[in-house]
Each structure stands twice: as C-alpha cells, then as structure tokens.
C-alpha cells in the first residue's frame, strides 16, 4: 500500500519552542517534499530533497531546516517557532520523473 | 519562472450541472500537468495529469485536456454530485522542483 505518513497530526507548540515534524514514505521515492498550505495562498514549497543529505531550498525556507539521513524519512524543523508559522504541513514524496506526487494527511500546527 | 494560474477562487453550483475549472501554465520544458483534489480535513489526491498534447484525459467522471497551443488544462465535469465539493489544484511539474501549484479553486455544490 503506497503511504505517506506524517507524526504528529495536529501540534500546539508556544511561540520560541522547537518543532520537528517527522515524514515517512514506503515507496523508496528519492524526492521528498515538504509544503504549507494557507488559506488563499495554495501550497507552497519549503524544501525539496533529492534523496539522502540532498536537500534543496524551496521557495519559502526561512526559518525552516529539514534533515533526512534515510531515504524514507523526511524531517522538518523549526527552530523557534513563530506565530506565522502557524499553518497546515503537508509531506510528500514522488518518483524521480515527478510522475506523480503523493501527499501525507497533514500536520496542522498552532503556534501560540 | 514556472507559474500556473487558476481564475475561479470559488465556484457554487447546483448538483447535476455542468462545471469548468479554470487551469493555464507557463513554463519553459515540456509541460506535465495535473489535477489535485483535496477534501475537507484530507490530504491532496492525484484526479488527473496529462503531457499529452489535445488528448483528453478522464477520471471519475471528470476530464481534461491539455493544450499546448493555448497553455491551458481546464477541468471539466457534465454533472456535479454533492461529494464533487472540495478544493481542486491545477499543478505543473517543473522538473527540477516538483510540482508548481495554482491557488486553488473552491467548489461548493449545493442540493
């Protein structure tokens, strides 16, 4: 069953306190994504990884790290968490020719 | 660089009647585009793509067609149901990035 799992679903987390989002996917994708989605704004890109310790700068990575030492894990961070960072996160993973990409159910995360 | 834009940010309807959303592109490779739906509280879901130019592609009742010539890939169903209401993401791969999102279009179908 192809799957793309995010931990946790739904996160409260105070303004200045860190945040890891964790992603896994049971498909051996080589690309990994992560995204926002806001309200009025669509899904926009954080980071993109090729595949293990080969990430990419999205177009919205400030104040966001990411870290996958496995193929099938995809790790976002945030170090000090802001109130605009408030948002729902969404993992996803696709093949190399991007064929067809595969979204997780969603992280949504209040920062307070 | 790559962009995709959706027109409609919302569309109400009454179930059984026809609907279009709006999808054109730009970009500078070869065009792969798709069409995401997301329900309420869920994740995206692949409904349609398409690299194929003036070929129409269909799924679940819905259908597209990409047009080169035009830049366009609007979604299109005869008949709305009650649960055709969600959010719907006309998307472009651009290669190097994944895939480059539109805004959305809202659908609202009423009995």
């Known amino acids: 069953d192809m799957k793309v799992t995010q931990m946790p679903r739904y996160l409260i987390k105070r303004m200045g306190e860190n945040v890891l989002l964790e992603c896994g996917q049971d498909m051996s994708h080589e690309t990994m994504y992560w995204y926002r989605q806001d309200p009025g704004l669509g899904l926009q890109l954080i980071y993109i990884?090729?595949?293990?310790?080969?990430?990419s700068e999205g177009d919205i990575p400030k104040g966001y790290r990411v870290s996958r030492k496995k193929r099938e894990h995809f790790s976002l961070i945030l170090d000090s968490a802001k109130t605009n960072q408030t948002s729902v996160y969404f993992c996803a993973s696709s093949d190399s020719a991007n064929t067809e990409v595969f979204f997780g159910k969603g992280t949504r995360l209040t920062v307070v | 660089g790559d962009s995709v834009t959706q027109t409609e940010g919302l569309v109400t309807l009454t179930k059984g009647l026809p609907v279009m959303l709006n999808c054109t592109y730009q970009t500078t490779y070869s065009p792969f585009l798709f069409w995401y739906v997301q329900h309420l509280n869920e994740a995206p879901k692949l409904l349609l793509k398409s690299s194929t130019d003036n070929k129409r592609t269909e799924h679940q009742g819905f259908y597209a067609t990409l047009h080169k010539s035009s830049s366009s890939f609007h979604l299109q169903k005869s008949s709305v149901q009650l649960s055709d209401s969600a959010l719907y993401f006309c998307?472009?791969?651009?290669?190097?990035?994944?895939?480059?999102f539109g805004l959305g279009t809202r659908v609202s179908v009423f009995p």
């Open positions: 998307a472009l791969n651009n290669y190097a990035q994944g895939l480059t």
């Open positions: 990884s090729y595949d293990v310790d080969s990430n």
